[in-house]
């Protein structure tokens, strides 16, 4: 067994995991590797070869997790190959969207309740997913900030100031250069 063995088999770990959810499971390889690879920054070519997939596939992945926060990409000085990243506090930026969206979603099904009427039979279809996304706001409400540091209340998910979290790359992906 080589040295990256058991981290590809964690990565695919990750993949099937976030997998349950809808995740591509291409796009939960991205995620596990750039979560251990060594650099921590990697060009697709890089990603492409460390996973097993095609550079076609692999660039409408980095699209989608780079559009969800999860990544964060920048270039270097004199070179055309763009570098990802895990974006700096990602989980915790898209835990945020997400918890967000409860909220979003209770007001559309207010308005579900209010389109169809209170005692029609479609409400009570309505008000089950209210219900349960009522108790998924309170819970988080109730529950104590993930960074309890008062010195930086809202951590920021850019890093150096040529990285780019939650952008595209210019251009197309597979015009990397590579070695």
Same mark, same amino acid.
């Given at each position: 067994?080589?040295?990256?063995?058991?981290?590809?088999?964690? %990565?695919?770990? /990750?993949?099937?995991?976030?997998?349950?959810?809808? %995740?591509?499971?291409?796009?939960?390889? %991205?995620?596990?590797?750039?979560? /251990?690879?060594?650099?921590?920054?990697?060009?697709?070519?890089?990603?492409?070869?460390?996973?097993?997939?095609?550079?076609?596939?692999?660039?409408?992945?980095?699209?989608?997790?780079?559009?969800?926060?999860?990544?964060?990409?920048?270039?270097?000085?004199?070179?055309?190959?763009?570098?990802?990243?895990?974006?700096?506090?990602?989980?915790? /930026? /898209?835990?945020?969207?997400?918890?967000?969206?409860?909220?979003?979603?209770?007001?559309?099904?207010?308005?579900?309740?209010?389109? %169809?009427?209170?005692?029609?039979?479609?409400? @009570?279809?309505?008000?089950?997913?209210?219900?349960?996304?009522?108790?998924?706001?309170?819970?988080?409400?109730?529950?104590?900030?993930?960074?309890?540091?008062?010195?930086?209340?809202?951590?920021?998910?850019?890093?150096?100031?040529?990285?780019?979290?939650?952008?595209?790359? @210019?251009?197309?992906?597979?015009?990397?250069?590579?070695?």
């Amino acid at each position: 067994m080589t040295e990256q063995e058991p981290l590809l088999e964690w %990565v695919e770990r /990750v993949a099937m995991y976030l997998a349950r959810d809808g %995740v591509p499971p291409i796009a939960g390889r %991205v995620l596990g590797w750039l979560m /251990v690879c060594d650099p921590p920054e990697q060009s697709a070519g890089q990603i492409s070869a460390a996973i097993g997939a095609s550079r076609a596939s692999l660039t409408s992945n980095l699209r989608l997790l780079t559009g969800m926060g999860f990544l964060a990409w920048r270039t270097r000085p004199g070179e055309r190959t763009v570098y990802y990243r895990m974006a700096e506090d990602a989980w915790a /930026v /898209v835990a945020r969207q997400q918890i967000a969206g409860i909220t979003s979603f209770l007001d559309i099904t207010r308005d579900g309740l209010d389109l %169809v009427g209170p005692d029609d039979g479609r409400a @009570a279809r309505i008000r089950q997913a209210h219900t349960t996304f009522e108790w998924m706001a309170g819970v988080f409400k109730g529950a104590p900030p993930l960074h309890p540091d008062p010195a930086n209340p809202n951590p920021t998910n850019a890093g150096p100031d040529n990285d780019h979290a939650g952008d595209e790359p @210019a251009g197309d992906l597979d015009d990397e250069e590579t070695p």
